[in-house]
């Protein structure tokens, strides 16, 4: 039993196939990437898994869990937290804001504990905010804790997306291109952090990535994909050799 | 310059930052308690007006400013909080019962009519509520034998823990009692925002996908974003009747409701703060309009000229003006000038460009 399997995956929109048949799996304690041109499929199997779609056929189950019987706002709880290519922070919240919602799963109070503010609610706040800055200190983001997100600049959000996942306390981390508009040195802390993440922190990581340095260089597995559908699965140095991963960037050769 | 140095977690949590901060509300707090004592009766009603504008913005805060869905429709809830609470008064619960169950009540029903609505967004959402405060005017009308209808109905004094509160007969003991539901409806709102509830409320308002990756159900967020925005506003109904004293059909128009949201925009959309500011100018801007009508006929002549709609076109104005400059409202520019003093003397002119953008109103993907 894989940690997360994919089996047979379909999703199309009108007559157009964005998921073919895609079936793979990712074990528990792997970083897992996805590459292939634009328009692949990539992003959505993201959003397959965090249940945005509904596929026209196939099965999706992680940790045992058949993920399509659960609601979009379900996925959360089962421990598989994402991020997203264009960041979708909450804009008008600070770093620190936006990291306490990520710790929204963990809510043990309920509306009326909450109007009241018993002391459980502040003994939940508290510890929250205990687990909020383990990850502010993890990704080195203190120099930011009290900024909106609307004036920090793109390097630091797509940081502070990777941080809202991780105050969720996930066993599953989707990165949709980490690394995607970042600086080299940024690229580099990223790898490292992502690297960091699966070891100190045994979370799983699947991730969306163009940038083939950073995806050879973290991932122990590679899912090649073109039009939907599955081209090669083996590591970053068999895809990157596989005829027909080079085709489908490269065109034929005459 | 004044700075906070932080030093526990509790800082954040409390709703004061330091012992500053609590002297300041404590302090206005005083001030409010003394008001009776030092203001004339007709500014006293004027301050409790505004007070009671106050909690009906709250209401629509919780809904507009922090959760994002935009209602022009809370007169509706406003007449239904008026006529719950004055029904349940006449069938005999005492109005210590009769106020808190017109908030539930309220509050329950506006819960019912988010269902449909959720699934509309931004402008469509705005034109749905509106058509629930236009048909609320024939409600009340059709549902006579409760309502009284078009001759509408008269607002008894009310007895609370025995002191007989009536607008007119005892305007300081009214003024006590909206000051004591201002100052629970605030706490419970404040209560609200620095919990996970609140939080969520925000998570919707600024990005429905990444609410919902994060495990936030939106549908229901909304629902109860909708639920205790409208038992809030019930409330400032109930009291907002009491103090009109008469109402009728007529009496929660579209025309409030569209005032509620200017309020709101113009005090400053998503903070408590916001809410209060707004209702100070909706609240003295006809006696600021009338007092500088009389100085322009003193210096200029004809000061007994009546200018029809001068207050709504001055209001608009203001609206306009502020979206135009201050997209935040009063409660940003409040916010730019303390930070000034604050930082005295290493304020930058630009400090707050980067943040000078609008209030996202609902989106998905």
Same mark, same amino acid.
């Given at each position: 039993?894989?940690?997360?399997?994919?089996? $047979?995956?379909?999703?199309?929109?009108?007559?157009?196939?964005?998921?073919?048949?895609?079936?793979?799996?990712?074990?528990?304690?792997?970083?897992?990437?996805?590459?292939?041109?634009?328009?692949?499929?990539?992003?959505?199997?993201?959003?397959?898994?965090?249940?945005?779609?509904?596929?026209?056929?196939?099965?999706?189950?992680?940790?045992?869990?058949? #993920?399509?019987?659960?609601?979009?706002?379900?996925?959360?709880?089962?421990?598989?937290?994402?991020?997203?290519?264009?960041?979708? %922070?909450? $804009?008008?919240?600070?770093? %620190?804001?936006?990291?306490?919602?990520?710790?929204?799963?963990?809510?043990?109070?309920?509306?009326?504990?909450?109007?009241?503010?018993?002391?459980?609610?502040?003994?939940?706040?508290?510890?929250?905010?205990?687990?909020?800055?383990?990850?502010?200190?993890?990704?080195? #983001?203190?120099?930011?804790?009290?900024?909106?997100?609307?004036? %920090?600049?793109?390097?630091?959000?797509?940081?502070?997306?990777?941080?809202?996942?991780?105050?969720?306390?996930?066993? #599953?981390?989707?990165? $949709?291109?980490?690394?995607?508009?970042?600086?080299?040195?940024?690229?580099? $802390?990223?790898?490292?952090?992502?690297?960091?993440?699966?070891?100190?922190?045994?979370?799983?990581?699947?991730?969306?990535?163009?940038?083939?340095?950073?995806?050879?260089?973290?991932?122990?597995?590679?899912?090649?994909?073109?039009?939907?559908?599955? %081209?090669?699965?083996?590591?970053?140095?068999?895809?990157?050799?596989?005829?027909?991963?080079?085709?489908?960037?490269?065109?034929?050769?005459? | 310059?004044?700075?906070?140095?932080?030093?526990?977690?509790?800082?954040?949590?409390?709703?004061?930052?330091?012992?500053?901060?609590?002297?300041?509300?404590?302090?206005?707090?005083?001030?409010?308690?003394?008001?009776?004592?030092?203001?004339?009766?007709?500014?006293? *009603?004027?301050?409790?007006?505004?007070?009671?504008?106050?909690?009906?913005?709250?209401?629509?805060?919780?809904?507009? *400013?922090?959760?994002?869905?935009?209602?022009?429709?809370?007169?509706?809830?406003?007449?239904?909080?008026?006529?719950?609470?004055?029904?349940?008064?006449?069938?005999?619960?005492?109005?210590?019962?009769?106020?808190?169950?017109?908030?539930?009540?309220?509050?329950?029903?506006?819960?019912?009519?988010?269902?449909?609505?959720?699934?509309?967004?931004?402008?469509?959402?705005?034109?749905?509520?509106?058509?629930?405060?236009?048909?609320?005017?024939?409600?009340?009308?059709?549902?006579?034998?409760?309502?009284?209808?078009?001759?509408?109905?008269?607002?008894?004094?009310?007895?609370?823990? *025995?002191?007989?509160?009536?607008?007119?007969?005892?305007?300081?003991?009214?003024?006590?009692?909206?000051?004591?539901?201002?100052?629970?409806?605030?706490?419970?709102?404040?209560?609200?925002?620095?919990?996970?509830?609140?939080?969520?409320?925000?998570?919707?308002?600024?990005?429905?996908?990444?609410?919902?990756?994060?495990?936030?159900?939106?549908?229901?967020?909304?629902?109860?974003?909708?639920?205790?925005?409208?038992?809030?506003?019930?409330?400032?109904?109930?009291?907002?009747?009491?103090?009109?004293?008469? @109402?009728?059909?007529?009496?929660?128009?579209?025309?409030?409701?569209?005032?509620?949201?200017?309020?709101?925009?113009?005090?400053?959309?998503?903070?408590?703060?916001?809410?209060?500011?707004?209702?100070?100018?909706?609240? @003295?801007?006809?006696? @600021?309009?009338?007092?500088?009508?009389?100085?322009?006929?003193?210096?200029?002549?004809?000061?007994?000229?009546?200018?029809?709609?001068?207050? @709504?076109?001055?209001?608009?104005?203001?609206?306009?003006?502020?979206?135009?400059?201050?997209?935040?409202?009063?409660?940003?520019?409040?916010?730019?000038?303390?930070?000034?003093?604050?930082?005295?003397?290493?304020?930058?002119?630009?400090?707050?460009?980067?943040?000078?953008?609008?209030?996202?109103?609902?989106?998905?993907?």
């Amino acid at each position: 039993m894989s940690f997360l399997e994919l089996k $047979d995956v379909t999703l199309k929109f009108g007559g157009v196939t964005a998921v073919d048949n895609l079936s793979f799996s990712v074990e528990e304690g792997e970083v897992f990437a996805i590459v292939g041109p634009n328009g692949a499929g990539k992003s959505t199997v993201f959003n397959l898994i965090s249940r945005f779609y509904d596929p026209h056929n196939g099965s999706i189950k992680f940790d045992g869990h058949d #993920l399509l019987k659960s609601k979009p706002s379900g996925v959360a709880a089962f421990g598989v937290a994402r991020t997203f290519q264009n960041i979708e %922070l909450f $804009d008008q919240a600070t770093v %620190l804001e936006n990291l306490l919602v990520g710790r929204h799963r963990h809510r043990q109070s309920n509306f009326l504990t909450e109007l009241f503010f018993t002391p459980s609610v502040k003994k939940q706040e508290v510890q929250n905010r205990h687990m909020v800055e383990e990850i502010i200190d993890f990704l080195d #983001l203190q120099a930011y804790r009290e900024k909106r997100i609307a004036g %920090l600049p793109y390097g630091v959000r797509k940081v502070v997306e990777v941080a809202r996942a991780l105050a969720t306390d996930p066993k #599953l981390l989707l990165l $949709d291109e980490p690394a995607s508009g970042l600086s080299v040195e940024e690229t580099t $802390d990223m790898r490292w952090w992502i690297d960091d993440i699966r070891r100190q922190m045994g979370i799983t990581v699947l991730m969306v990535e163009h940038d083939m340095g950073l995806v050879s260089g973290v991932s122990d597995r590679v899912l090649a994909m073109a039009d939907g559908a599955k %081209l090669a699965l083996g590591t970053p140095v068999e895809v990157q050799s596989d005829p027909a991963v080079i085709e489908a960037y490269l065109g034929h050769v005459a | 310059m004044r700075i906070v140095f932080k030093t526990d977690y509790m800082q954040d949590i409390r709703p004061w930052k330091d012992r500053y901060q609590l002297v300041l509300y404590l302090l206005l707090l005083t001030l409010m308690l003394a008001a009776p004592f030092v203001i004339d009766a007709f500014y006293l *009603g004027e301050l409790n007006n505004v007070l009671i504008w106050a909690i009906a913005g709250m209401g629509l805060m919780v809904l507009t *400013g922090h959760t994002g869905q935009a209602s022009l429709g809370h007169a509706a809830f406003l007449a239904m909080g008026c006529y719950t609470n004055i029904i349940l008064m006449e069938q005999g619960l005492p109005f210590m019962l009769a106020f808190p169950l017109a908030g539930i009540i309220t509050g329950l029903v506006g819960m019912v009519i988010a269902i449909p609505a959720l699934r509309l967004h931004g402008i469509y959402l705005a034109i749905a509520t509106m058509a629930m405060s236009i048909l609320v005017d024939d409600i009340i009308v059709l549902t006579e034998p409760w309502t009284g209808g078009v001759g509408g109905k008269y607002a008894p004094s009310v007895n609370v823990f *025995g002191i007989m509160i009536d607008r007119w007969g005892t305007p300081r003991e009214f003024y006590y009692l909206t000051l004591g539901v201002v100052v629970v409806v605030t706490l419970g709102y404040i209560n609200i925002l620095r919990a996970p509830l609140g939080r969520s409320f925000i998570a919707v308002r600024d990005s429905e996908v990444s609410a919902q990756a994060i495990g936030i159900d939106v549908a229901r967020t909304k629902a109860i974003s909708f639920g205790i925005s409208c038992a809030i506003t019930g409330l400032g109904g109930a009291l907002m009747g009491l103090f009109a004293g008469a @109402f009728n059909n007529e009496t929660f128009s579209v025309i409030i409701s569209i005032e509620l949201l200017m309020m709101i925009v113009i005090g400053g959309l998503g903070s408590i703060h916001g809410a209060f500011f707004g209702a100070i100018v909706i609240g @003295f801007l006809p006696q @600021f309009l009338s007092l500088s009508k009389e100085w322009v006929g003193s210096v200029f002549g004809g000061s007994n000229v009546a200018i029809p709609g001068l207050e @709504f076109g001055v209001f608009g104005m203001i609206l306009i003006a502020f979206i135009l400059f201050e997209p935040m409202g009063l409660y940003g520019r409040w916010l730019k000038v303390r930070t000034f003093f604050e930082l005295f003397p290493f304020y930058r002119k630009d400090m707050f460009k980067r943040q000078k953008s609008y209030l996202k109103t609902e989106r998905l993907r």
